[in-house]
């Protein structure tokens, strides 16, 4: 291989090498990050959906295409994850 000594030109400049490592932040993986994104917009739309409907539930339930049955089980997966449900 040709050197930078070999055309006469001086090494190129070595940058400084540290030996402490720096922390990272805490973030999550791409997937867990699009996973929990998608959730919590997921969640803002039923709570959108159920103002729409001025709180009613079995209406909010028909537009979003499930029973009421089903938008009582995603509430309270809402509120199990922490979510304040305020209609």
């Known amino acids: 291989f040709i050197q930078p000594q070999d055309l006469g030109l001086a090494a190129p400049p070595q940058a400084e090498v540290r030996s402490e490592r720096l922390p990272l932040p805490a973030v999550e ?3 867990a990050a699009l996973r929990a994104s998608g959730k919590w917009a997921e969640y803002q739309h ?3 959906t159920i103002r729409k409907f001025d709180g009613h539930k079995t209406k909010a339930a028909a537009s979003l295409g499930m029973t009421s049955r089903a938008l009582r089980y995603r509430l309270n997966a809402m509120r199990e994850q922490g979510i304040e449900l305020n209609f």
């Open 29 to 31: 993986s791409g997937k």
């Open 46 to 48: 039923v709570i959108d």
